[in-house]
């Protein structure tokens, strides 16, 4: 017989699937993912308080785990780029990454697109050297060697934002992690997110990737990333989902810019 006490309730991260964004605004009765997920006092204060305390233990340890799973150290340090956009970098601890596991390459440059109320706490917090810019989307980007986007995509609507980025940075990579994606179509659902329902974005791999052709990058690398469920590296709690939406896994995936 089970011991009924052992069993861990069902976890539900995620609700749906939505054919359209609206309807998964409607769901989660929000018209704009931004306001108040990611623009919170709580979710400034959250991202500060994580990269404190990854500098933390990197000082009394001199090696630490980052905030997020991260295969970004392996990428630069086999492609060597000078200058960097990360793509929703919050509080910039991708770059601290960098700093404390590259033992030759310097990166130069590290710009952080993010949303405007984020990019102006943290130019004020003084918590980076010179190396670190912030900017939000609406202002063209430096040319650059990388661009880094970790667990962001899924939180719009379509994937214009990354292409204009692309655009307006001109990478010779493109390194996405923790990427949401299956199939062909983007399909939708709303996301638990503390005391609240946040919609969410199912990007279809091909679409994306017939987009990103279109601009001239073709794909080196496609692998799961590690992600911890209640702590084990496991398939996403998806079975609430009909099977042919279901996650096993989310992605990271490496493209190049293809010669002319």
């Known amino acids: 017989m089970t011991d ?7 976890l539900t991260i995620w609700n749906g699937p939505y054919q359209t964004w609206v ?38 340890y001199t090696i630490a785990q ?13 492609t060597s780029p000078c200058s960097i956009v990360d793509f929703g970098g919050s509080s910039g601890w991708a770059m601290d990454y960098l700093q404390n596991t590259l033992t030759t390459h310097k990166i130069n440059s590290y710009a952080i697109v993010e949303l405007e109320s984020v990019v102006k706490y943290m130019q004020s917090s003084g918590l980076h050297g010179d190396v670190v810019s912030y900017q939000t989307l609406d202002n063209p980007l430096e ?20 292409l204009a980025l692309i655009e307006s940075a001109t990478p010779e990579y493109i390194f996405l992690e923790d990427l949401y994606a299956k199939g062909e179509e983007d399909f939708f659902g709303t ?16 679409d994306l990737l017939k987009e990103l052709s279109s601009i001239g990058y073709q794909q080196l690398l496609q692998c799961p990333y590690t992600s911890l469920i ?8 998806m079975e609430n989902y009909p099977e042919t939406f279901q996650l096993n896994h989310s992605l990271s995936i490496l493209l190049k810019k293809a010669p002319q």
């Not at 009924?4 to 069902?10: R, S, V």
């Not at 306001?35 to 404190?52: D, G, M, N, V």
């Open 66 to 78: 980052p905030p997020r799973p991260c295969n970004l150290p392996w990428v630069v340090a086999l």
């Open 230 to 237: 209640h702590g084990v590296i496991k398939p996403l709690p």
């Open 191 to 206: 996301q638990n997110y503390y005391d609240q329902a946040i919609p969410v974005k199912f990007t279809g791999l091909g």
């Open 23 to 60: 309807e998964a605004c409607s769901a989660a009765k929000s018209h704009n993912i931004a306001q108040p997920a990611f623009t919170s006092e709580q979710w400034l204060q959250r991202i500060t308080q994580q990269l404190l305390d990854y500098r933390n233990e990197f000082r009394q």
């Open 4 to 10: 009924k006490q052992t069993l861990k309730p069902a």
């Open 143 to 162: 040319p650059c060697d990388l661009l880094y986007s970790n667990s962001v995509l899924q939180y719009f609507e379509s994937n214009a934002p990354l």
